[in-house]
């Protein structure tokens, strides 16, 4: 295994910074909603092996840097 490929990260978000862009929800919507103020929502804080790409993608292009992404491996 290589780089964060067995990593199961948590998902956190600071709703104090969210701008309301949605980019977060339009790339992770099985991670990442918005209220109905438009503010983030994290749906699921440990995305499955499925979402967490697009998880980290939304991370990286959130234009306020509300979402964070911790990644934690497994000891196991």
């Known amino acids: 295994m290589s780089g964060t490929e067995g990593a199961a990260p948590r998902v956190t978000a600071d709703r104090t910074v969210c701008v309301g862009a949605g980019v977060c929800a339009l790339t992770a919507p099985g991670t990442f909603d918005q209220d109905e103020d438009g503010i983030v929502t994290v749906l699921e804080p440990r995305p499955g092996a499925g979402a967490r790409s697009a998880a980290r993608e939304a991370a990286a292009l959130c234009p306020s840097r509300a979402l964070r992404i911790a ?4 000891s196991a």
């Open 71 to 74: 990644e934690v491996f497994n």
